[in-house]
């Protein structure tokens, strides 16, 4: 048996043996480890948060926000944490935990309360949750001077649109995940968007951030800005008259689109529209109308008929067409005019295009090379996207020559048979307004970086399209259009001179692939004298009213056009249009040929023989 002395030195020897291996390592780790344990103990405190970048914001011309991004914050909670909130109630401190929380973060917020307790108490085990979502920076610190424990907050940008739904189909939006879909937003993503910064803390063992610890924070670089040409007002405006049009005339749809003769786009206003800060919305109502949607221009596109014919050399103003008092027949069908021509069948080229007439239009042109006519039309843009850029654009569709059937050519010469967008017929009518030279249209005036420098957009060269000359008699007859002898009276503006074309096209009902309703529209240009900005109006299908485009889209083109040249500060005209014949005395001796020999003969004969 061993001896009570001898066990207490062995007891004694082991308690010496521990205590020097406790010994040896608490000089290593304070001693000769002490700056890696530190540094592993402050390792494992350490977070790292992502610091958003502020994305750029997108104003118009005169500096208005467009789309700008706030700060804001997604309260985050540890259930378990918030389970020990205490608050002094009738002078006592006592635990209220989750519905103490719940109720108090409610007040503040305005959130339901029973729904923030649901949140709290759903996973007891669970340590993460999002309380409340896209609160200000005002409302976290209210909350966080509760004092309630477990409560932290998410900083995030939202994307904000100020004036809604009147810019949203140009401006498009930013969605779920911070993604751009559509319009400007998507065009410039690159520009607009910054680099995230980070942010280093030590975190303590209840979440809360260890203010005398290590800190270390590396800012974001926010996007840059980007100036638009729109003005913002102006594209309200013309917002605002296309949807009183479309609600007027039980119509499906309308566009207003505004430039200057360079191609700036001032405004491009689609309704109905969407509002962009609505995540809840069906995607494929987002969208931008007046690029997105193609059909036939109809008399709009007579326009284009007539500079290959000026250009040509085929017909000049004064040019004599009889019009038949009934249909013309060609390529195996019959064709006719919107309204009967009565006694007054003898009328000028110039008075056919002021009327309108298709089947003017159609005797006028059909000696035109097939070719010709197509490549004229190509030059005039249709067939290919605007040069825009915005997402979604249809290029439209115009057959080539090989691919035409025995009337395509005569329904395309008064602009049915190919399709295009709104701003492609825009286009036509900017290209004669500026001389004949065409201008890819633009939006993008230019961007400003964080430091303040400043990005002009490189300027797109024309192209000539027709000859100035050309344009200038196409000013000349169109100033016709809106006055007592053309289509479209109510697209005048008063004090100004105008010119423009009106169209009513038979409209293919994208649902069904036939023929419904109409599409009705106007696009004009003034002063006419010295062009500064185009106008278009459409709108589609309308029911109520009347059908004619200079009835229905006349009145807003004028309003629109207005409004533009008014607080653009353009003065009235103070020269009168020039004088055209848009009909002739078939009885007069046509010059140069023997007596007897009259403008009527010649046109009649000219008629028989296309015949």
């Known amino acids: 048996m061993v001896h009570p002395q001898r066990r207490v030195r062995v007891l004694l020897l082991g308690v010496f043996v521990v205590f020097s291996l406790f010994a040896a390592q608490l000089v290593r780790l304070q001693g000769l480890d002490a700056a890696t344990v530190s540094a592993a103990a402050?390792?494992?405190?350490?977070?790292?948060?992502?610091?958003?970048?502020?994305?750029?914001?997108?104003?118009?011309?005169?500096?208005?926000?467009?789309?700008?991004?706030?700060?804001?914050?997604?309260?985050?909670?540890?259930?378990?944490?918030?389970?020990?909130?205490?608050k002094v109630v009738d002078g006592d401190r006592v635990t209220v935990g989750a519905a103490g929380a719940a109720a108090d973060v409610a007040e503040v917020t305005g959130s339901?309360?029973?729904?923030?307790?649901?949140?709290?108490?759903?996973?007891?085990?669970?340590?993460?949750?999002?309380?409340?979502?896209?609160?200000?920076?005002?409302?976290w610190q209210d909350v966080r001077r509760l004092g309630i424990p477990g409560l932290h907050a998410e900083e995030y940008r939202k994307r904000t649109y100020p004036l809604g739904e009147?810019?949203?189909?140009?401006?498009?939006?930013?969605?779920?995940?911070?993604?751009?879909?559509?319009?400007?937003e998507l065009v410039v993503d690159d520009v607009l968007t910054g680099t995230p910064g980070r942010r280093v803390y030590e975190q303590g063992g209840a979440g809360q951030e260890i203010t005398t610890g290590f800190s270390e924070e590396e800012p974001a670089v926010p996007g840059h800005d980007v100036t638009l040409t729109l003005d913002s007002d102006l594209q309200w405006y013309a917002y605002d008259a296309v949807k009183q049009r479309v609600e007027e005339a039980g119509a499906v749809s309308g566009y207003a689109i505004v430039t200057n003769i360079e191609g700036e786009v001032l405004a491009l206003?689609?309704?109905?529209?969407?509002?962009?800060?609505?995540?809840?919305?069906?995607?494929?109502?987002?969208?931008?109308?007046?690029?997105?949607?193609?059909?036939e221009p109809g008399s709009t596109g007579k326009v284009m008929t007539a500079a290959a014919l000026l250009e040509q050399g085929l017909v000049e103003p004064e040019t004599p067409i009889v019009l038949p008092s009934g249909r013309l027949p060609r390529g195996g069908t019959t064709f006719k005019d919107a309204h009967d021509p009565e006694d007054d069948i003898y009328r000028t080229f110039a008075g056919v295009l002021a009327t309108s007439s298709n089947m003017g239009t159609i005797l006028a042109g059909e000696d035109i090379e097939d070719q010709v006519l197509y490549d004229y039309m190509r030059r005039f843009g249709m067939g290919e996207t605007s040069g825009l850029g915005l997402p979604g654009e249809s290029p439209g569709l115009i057959w080539a020559p090989q691919n035409w059937s025995r009337t395509t050519k005569y329904t395309m010469l008064f602009g049915q048979g190919l399709t295009s967008n709104a701003l492609q017929q825009h286009g036509v009518f900017q290209t004669i307004a500026n001389g004949g030279v065409s201008v890819p249209p633009t939006l993008i005036e230019g961007t400003t970086a964080p430091d303040g420098t400043v990005t002009p957009r490189e300027r797109a060269t024309g192209e000539r399209v027709i000859a100035e000359e050309t344009a200038q008699t196409l000013t000349t007859i169109m100033e016709n259009v809106p006055s007592a002898s053309g289509t479209a009276p109510l697209a005048a503006v008063d004090g100004y001179r105008v010119a423009g074309k009106t169209s009513t096209a038979s409209r293919v009902d994208p649902r069904t692939g036939r023929y419904s309703g109409v599409t009705?529209?106007?696009?004009?240009?003034?002063?006419?004298?010295?062009?500064?900005?185009?106008?278009?109006?459409?709108?589609?299908?309308?029911?109520?009213?009347?059908?004619?485009?200079?009835t229905i889209a006349g009145p807003v083109f004028s309003d629109i056009m207005r409004y533009t040249l008014q607080e653009h500060g353009v003065p009235p005209s103070d020269t009168e249009s020039p004088e055209i014949?848009?009909?002739?005395?078939?009885?007069?001796?046509?010059?140069?040929?023997?007596?007897?020999?009259?403008?009527g003969d010649i046109a009649i004969k000219d008629e028989r023989d296309g015949e």
Request: aromatic residues 8%; negative net charge.
């Open 520 to 550: 009705s529209a106007f696009v004009g240009y003034a002063p006419a004298e010295d062009p500064q900005y185009v106008v278009s109006v459409t709108i589609q299908r309308p029911t109520r009213i009347s059908q004619w485009g200079g």
């Open 42 to 86: 402050i390792d494992g405190r350490l977070r790292e948060a992502t610091i958003p970048a502020a994305r750029g914001t997108i104003t118009d011309h005169d500096g208005t926000p467009l789309a700008e991004s706030v700060e804001r914050r997604h309260i985050t909670a540890d259930p378990l944490a918030v389970q020990e909130y205490t």
């Open 166 to 184: 009147s810019h949203a189909p140009v401006l498009g939006w930013v969605g779920s995940g911070d993604e751009p879909a559509g319009g400007v």
């Open 269 to 295: 206003a689609s309704y109905p529209s969407f509002d962009p800060s609505d995540s809840s919305q069906d995607a494929s109502d987002m969208r931008n109308a007046a690029i997105e949607d193609a059909y």
């Open 112 to 139: 339901d309360p029973a729904v923030l307790e649901q949140r709290l108490t759903a996973d007891p085990s669970s340590r993460f949750t999002y309380l409340v979502k896209d609160v200000s920076p005002k409302q």
């Open 581 to 599: 014949p848009l009909v002739y005395d078939p009885d007069r001796r046509a010059p140069g040929h023997p007596k007897g020999v009259t403008l």
